[in-house]
C-alpha cells in the first residue's frame, strides 16, 4: 500500500488569534507574499487528484493546519470533502485539522465528527495563562471561547487531541498546567517547545533546555503517580521515547500515517518498575536539550502543527498498559 500524506494551509496565514509567541507569524513575515488568502477550488482540486493518482489502494492524509484554518470557512471544507467523496475510489483518507477552536460550534463540530476528523485543540494551560498567552485580534483573552469548542466536539463526538506550547512562563508551572489537563479530562496531550523566531536566538517565550528538563521531571513524576492508579494520560514525549527503551518502534512514524496499531499505548507501556526510575527519562530529557541548542525540525511548527497522532486517525495512542516497561527495564 503507498502512504502520503499533505499538509495544508487553506488559509494561508490568516489567523482570528494574536498569540504572543506565534511562530507561523514571523514565518509569514519573511515571505515575499505573507498571506496568499484562501486555497481556491482549483488548488483543492489539483491535490486531491494528486493524492489518489497513487493508486486505488493508496493511503492518504489530509491535515490543516494555519494560520487558523477554519479562516477558509466551513463551506471550504465542505467543497473539499465534497470533492474527496465524489473522486475517492477505494483509498483510505484520513482528515486532521489543527485549531485554536475559537469559531468551533455545534454547527462546526457536526460536520468534523460526519467525515471523521482527528482534531488538535490548541489550549496553553489552565485560563490565566492561555487568556494572557493566546488573546484574540482585539487583545480579549479566549479561554471561554476555547472551552466551549472542546465541549461542542464532546457533544459530536468528535475525536481530538490537546496542543500546548509551553512557554517559558508556563514552564514553571507543571503541577497547575498538569492540573487543569485532569480537571479538564484532557486524556491526549501535546506540549511543544516554544522557540524564537528566525533571527532570533531568544526571546521572552521561548524555551530554554533547562526548562524544559526541569518542566518535564515534574510533569513526569505527576503523570507517573497517575498511571500507578491506573489513570491513563497520553503525553506525546512519553509516546515517543518511552517505547525506544523497550527498543520498539518509534511513534514519529505516525507523520507518514502508518504507525501499527501493536504500538499504541495499551501494547507499547513500559513496567511501573521503569518508569519509577524516572532518571532514565529525566536524564534523557536533560541531556538531549542542554547538549543542543537546536531543537528537533518537528518542534518547530508552533502551536498549530498537528501532533504525530493527529496526522492519522489510526495512529492516535491508546491510554498505556504495564507490559513494556519490564522489557526496557530488562
Known amino acids: ?5 499533505f ?5 494561508s496565514s490568516t489567523c482570528n ?3 504572543r ?7 509569514a513575515e519573511h515571505r515575499q507574499t505573507a498571506n496568499h488568502g484562501v486555497m481556491d477550488n482549483a488548488t483543492i482540486q489539483a491535490v486531491v487528484d494528486r493524492a489518489f493518482a497513487l493508486g486505488a489502494d493508496a493511503e492518504v492524509t489530509f491535515a490543516f493546519q494555519g494560520g487558523e484554518p477554519t ?9 473539499f470533502c465534497a470533492y474527496v467523496d465524489e473522486h475517492r475510489t477505494q483509498q483510505t483518507v484520513h482528515l486532521a485539522i489543527q485549531t485554536n477552536g475559537y469559531v468551533i460550534d455545534d454547527t462546526w463540530a457536526a460536520f468534523l465528527a460526519e467525515h471523521h476528523f482527528l482534531v488538535g485543540v490548541s489550549i496553553d494551560g489552565y485560563p490565566e495563562m492561555h487568556d494572557w498567552l493566546r488573546p484574540d485580534a482585539r487583545g480579549v483573552g479566549t479561554m471561554a471561547r476555547v472551552l466551549d469548542a472542546v465541549a461542542a466536539l464532546r457533544r459530536a463526538g468528535v475525536d481530538f487531541n490537546i496542543l500546548t506550547v509551553l512557554t517559558d512562563q508556563l514552564a514553571h508551572h507543571p503541577q497547575k498546567l498538569y492540573r487543569f489537563y485532569k480537571q479538564h479530562k484532557f486524556d491526549f496531550v501535546q506540549p511543544i517547545p516554544c522557540l524564537p523566531g528566525l533571527d532570533e536566538e531568544s ?12 518542566f518535564y521531571k515534574t510533569f513526569f513524576r505527576l503523570w ?32 507518514w500515517g502508518r504507525v501499527p496499531r501493536s504500538l499504541s499505548w495499551r501494547a507499547t507501556a513500559m513496567s ?13 530529557a536533560t541531556s538531549a536539550t542542554t547538549h543542543s541548542r537546536t531543537w528537533p525540525l518537528a518542534m518547530r511548527c508552533g502551536p498549530f502543527c498537528p501532533s504525530p497522532a493527529a496526522t492519522a486517525r489510526s495512529a492516535r495512542p491508546a491510554p498505556l498498559s504495564a507490559s513494556v516497561i519490564r522489557t526496557a527495564s530488562a
Open 1 to 5: 500500500m503507498k502512504h502520503i500524506s
Open 7 to 11: 499538509l495544508i494551509k487553506p488559509a
Open 17 to 19: 488569534m494574536r498569540c
Open 21 to 27: 509567541y506565534c511562530f507561523y507569524a514571523d514565518v
Open 71 to 79: 479562516c477558509a470557512g466551513l463551506d471550504f471544507f465542505r467543497a
Open 203 to 214: 526571546d521572552e517565550y521561548s524555551l530554554e533546555p533547562e526548562s524544559f528538563a526541569s
Open 224 to 255: 507517573l503517580e497517575d498511571f500507578k492508579r491506573g489513570e491513563r494520560m497520553s503525553v506525546t514525549l512519553f509516546d515517543n521515547v518511552i517505547p525506544l527503551f523497550a527498543g520498539m518502534y518509534h511513534s514519529n512514524a505516525a507523520c
Open 272 to 284: 511501573t518498575h521503569a518508569i519509577s526510575t524516572c532518571s532514565t527519562a529525566t536524564a534523557w
